[in-house]
Every structure is written in structure tokens, then in C-alpha cells.
């Protein structure tokens, strides 16, 4: 199963509007980390948050980190054509483990 | 794409063929990965590379083999390709362990096994 799960799986905004994706995982992590999918494009890391941190910014992005209830969000705000994307967040698998897993995504379309 | 190159970026093949996708970075990174993505299972770690000749499975490792002479080339290769390897397949490389540090991407090969 996948240690990061994204929700929604599709959001559908205005140009301009704020978007919020979350992501639910399952063990304790080091860190975790959001990238960017464009269509038919490699992903395109966007953000990288540590255990021990609880909000981070970047731009137009926020991320925050809820290590208690094993859960991180994505905040984009006023959103842009160009953010029209898949949205993935990837953990370690096990604070052991050297490898990270991706969730399925959610896939965001900024409507004009 | 931070210096990574995938060769050949579209093929079509035969089930049973062999098939070799290339991996080209000019990053100088250590770790290097192979991925794999398909709907409704995002992507999935193949094998991974730490170093030059070192070498692991991931999640997906059945059915695949890697090799890694050197430190910028890392080819994945199937031995005999299935339809269920059809797939986009993604390389990726990082300076550092990935779960540390962010990962670039290539730009992907889409490959189609009839």
C-alpha cells in the first residue's frame, strides 16, 4: 500500500483561488517532500519539510506538517494557469529505509 | 531537467524482446533510480543505484535488471518484456540519500510492450 496518499485525487479551481491538496501517511517519516508533474514532463521537486518542522514556505507555496496525525498539506495560493499540474507528496517508507514512495497524486486544473 | 537524459524517449516493442533504457546524468550524483508510473499507482521505485557497481531493488524489481559502470549511466533492462511493462519510465537522481534530499527527473520513456 502507499505510504503517502493525496486527497483530493482532482481539484478544479478558478484562476486565482487558493488550492489545498493533502497527503496522509501512514509511518513515522524524516521528512517529506511535494513535487510537481506536468503532462507528459518528469517531476519537479517543489518542497522538502523535516519531521521536526511544522510549516514551510516557498513563493506561492506553503506546506505544513502534522507528524500526530501523520498528515501534510499543500497550499498554493492564488493559483495561475501554469499550476495546472499533478501534485505528488513522497515519503520515506520506513525511517530505516532509503527510498522514497510516491502517492498517486492529485491532479489540480486552474480554469481561466 | 538538472542534466539527466533518457535514451530512447518513446519505444514500441514485442513481448519476449529484450529492452534497454539509458539513464545520462552530467550531475556527478552518486544515487540514481529508476521508476516506473501508471494509472492509479503513481510511481513505483524499480531498482536503485548508490555508487558504481551498487546496486538494489525497490519496490518493482521483478522482471528488471540495472547496471551501473559508471557514475553517470544506469540502464534498466528488461530480459524478455511483458505487456504488463508497458509503462512510462522515469530515472531519477539525487545528490544525496533521496529520502534527505530532492530528487531531479528525467524526461521520461514511454515504452509500449504489443
Known amino acids: 500500500s502507499q505510504q503517502g496518499e493525496e486527497d483530493p485525487q482532482a481539484l478544479s479551481i478558478q484562476e486565482g483561488e487558493n488550492a489545498t491538496m493533502n497527503c496522509s501517511y501512514k509511518?513515522?517519516?524524516?521528512?517529506l517532500q511535494w513535487y510537481r508533474q506536468n503532462s507528459g514532463r518528469g517531476l519537479v521537486h517543489l518542497i522538502l519539510?523535516?519531521?521536526?518542522?511544522r510549516e514551510k514556505h516557498s513563493g506561492r507555496l506553503r506546506v505544513t506538517l502534522d507528524t500526530s496525525k501523520k498528515s501534510s498539506s499543500l497550499l498554493i495560493t492564488a493559483s495561475r494557469a501554469a499550476d495546472t499540474a499533478s501534485y505528488f507528496c513522497?515519503?520515506?517508507?520506513?525511517?530505516?529505509?532509503?527510498?522514497?514512495?510516491f502517492g498517486q497524486g492529485t491532479r489540480l486544473t486552474i480554469n481561466p | 531537467d538538472a542534466g539527466i537524459t533518457q535514451s530512447p524517449r518513446h519505444k514500441v516493442t514485442e513481448t519476449g524482446t529484450p529492452v534497454t533504457l539509458r539513464c545520462h546524468q552530467t550531475?556527478?550524483?552518486?544515487?540514481m533510480y529508476w521508476y516506473r508510473q501508471d494509472p492509479g499507482h503513481g510511481l513505483r521505485l524499480i531498482h536503485y543505484?548508490?555508487?558504481?557497481?551498487?546496486?538494489d531493488k525497490g519496490e518493482v524489481s521483478d522482471g528488471y535488471s540495472v547496471s551501473r559502470s559508471k557514475t553517470e549511466d544506469f540502464l534498466l533492462t528488461l530480459e524478455s518484456a511483458t505487456s504488463s511493462q508497458t509503462s512510462v519510465y522515469f530515472c531519477?537522481?539525487?545528490?544525496?540519500?533521496?529520502?534527505?534530499?530532492?530528487?531531479?527527473f528525467g524526461p521520461g520513456t514511454r515504452l509500449t510492450v504489443l
Open positions: 531519477a537522481i539525487s545528490e544525496g540519500l533521496a529520502v534527505l534530499n530532492e530528487q531531479f
Open positions: 550531475e556527478n550524483h552518486r544515487y
Open positions: 509511518t513515522s517519516i524524516n521528512n
Open positions: 513522497a515519503t520515506d517508507a520506513d525511517r530505516g529505509a532509503q527510498k522514497l514512495v
Open positions: 543505484s548508490y555508487g558504481v557497481k551498487d546496486t
Open positions: 519539510i523535516r519531521s521536526n518542522e
